[in-house]
């Protein structure tokens, strides 16, 4: 089965999280959502550091969810230094169509974003101002960049229109349908 495989990365607050759950609900039933925060955090409970176990989990778990033919995002700030190797990998070994977004958001918009989240109190921005990385798009020009400019809904609009996610030719893994 051939799948689609979408990356979203950028600073934290620069509405990737929120892209995500966006287009999960303009998918339906069947959209998964690998979140590296979830991954380092939630499963982990790891600082992100180089060579951290995340790094490895989120690509075993990209690549067994795009395996079985279900459409994955993966989504994170997901720093290049770090990341960039296995997401590059990731995107070219994939079968089907692979598509990386990088959010370049300014600081002062991050921190603005920041807080209108509803853990905006779990970290400061000082903490920000220590992941922000300005320009980290991967090597080799495989992100496709989304500036300060696009909105919300036309950054979905826009990954939508790009990547064919809503394409009636994506059958559904039978565990996720509706069906008994």
């Known amino acids: 089965m051939s799948s689609l495989l979408i990356v979203l990365r950028g600073p934290s607050g620069s509405g990737k999280s929120r892209t995500a759950t966006a287009l999960r609900e303009r998918y339906g039933r069947g959209l998964a959502i690998v ?3 979830v991954v380092r955090r939630d499963i982990l409970r790891e600082r992100d550091l180089a060579g951290a176990v995340n790094v490895g989990l989120i690509d075993s778990m990209a690549r067994h969810i795009l395996a079985q033919g279900v459409p994955c995002v993966v989504e994170g700030i997901m720093h ?3 990341y960039g190797a296995m997401l590059t990998a990731l995107l070219a070994d994939h079968a089907g169509a692979a598509h990386s977004y990088y959010f370049d958001i300014p600081f002062d918009v991050t921190v603005e974003r920041h ?3 509803p853990n905006h109190g779990d970290w400061t921005v000082e903490d920000m101002r220590g992941w922000y990385v300005e320009g980290d798009v991967l090597p080799g020009g495989v992100d496709r960049v989304i ?3 696009s909105t919300e809904q036309d950054t979905v609009e826009r990954i939508v229109a790009e990547t064919g996610l ?3 030719d994506r059958p559904l893994h039978p565990s996720l349908t509706d069906a008994p």
Do not use: S, V, W, Y
């Open 35 to 37: 979140r590296q925060d």
């Open 80 to 82: 290049a230094e770090r």
């Open 115 to 117: 807080f209108t989240k």
């Open 147 to 149: 500036g300060p400019e």
């Open 166 to 168: 809503l394409a009636a």
